[in-house]
Each structure stands twice: as structure tokens, then as C-alpha cells.
């Protein structure tokens, strides 16, 4: 009912809706709400030079000023997460967390085993 809400011709309300796979089968059941997305789109896995991209997006917008994964350390990284951005921030948080107790410059090959490991 929000939706309809309007004022001189204009919907004052707009809504966006963000989630995971399941979240559409529970809107599909609504089909009042169905009937009202006017944009749908499925973020599909990351390529291996995406998924670098997006870890160095990642940490430039945390304030890092270097490399901190080695380029040896994303292919085991980009194998365990699929390219699917929610696995990649979790295994790196996990790789970060580990790199720091470990005391090391650099998170490498090495570290994200021992993160996939963790996680497993």
C-alpha cells in the first residue's frame, strides 16, 4: 500500500529490494508485490580478474595504500569463493584476521589456505 502512495501524479515512495536467491521465491508468493518491480537484476559470480578488481576496490576503500594480497593468494581465494562476492568478503576477512595474528606483511597462498581451512 506504501507503493501507491502519491502526491501531484508522483509515487512518493520508492523501494529497493537487495537479497540472496530465496528472496525471490518469497516475492514471487506476493504477487501484489511482483507486479510492482519494475527493475530485476541477478548478480551473477565474479570472472578471476573481477574478483581481483573487487578486492582491491575493497581494500583501497578501507584506506590500504599497498598490496596486500599476493597474486599467488587470489587463485586459491577466487577457487574457494566462486567469484561470489559475500564468500570472497568473508574469506578475505578470515585471511586479513589470520595474516594479522600471524604477524605478516602480506596475505599469501599460505594464509588463505589457512583461512579456507578455518572456514571449512
Do not use: W
Not at 518469497?26 to 580478474?49: H, Q, T, W
Request: charged share 20%; aromatic share 6%.
Amino acid at each position: 500500500m506504501m507503493l501507491n502512495l502519491q502526491h501531484d501524479n508522483q509515487f512518493l515512495v520508492t523501494l529497493l529490494i537487495m537479497g540472496q536467491p530465496p528472496l525471490d521465491a518469497n516475492i514471487a508468493s506476493l504477487k501484489p508485490l511482483k507486479e510492482r518491480v519494475a527493475i530485476r537484476y541477478d548478480l551473477l559470480p565474479l570472472s578471476f580478474n573481477d574478483t581481483a578488481k573487487y578486492i582491491i576496490y575493497r581494500l583501497k576503500s578501507c584506506g590500504a595504500q599497498r598490496g596486500i594480497f599476493t597474486k599467488a593468494a587470489l587463485e586459491p581465494l577466487y577457487k574457494y569463493s566462486g567469484g561470489i562476492p559475500l564468500k570472497i568478503n568473508n574469506l578475505c576477512e578470515r585471511a586479513l584476521l589470520i595474516g594479522m595474528m600471524k604477524k605478516a606483511r602480506v596475505v599469501d597462498r599460505a594464509v588463505v589456505g589457512a583461512a579456507i581451512a578455518d572456514m571449512k
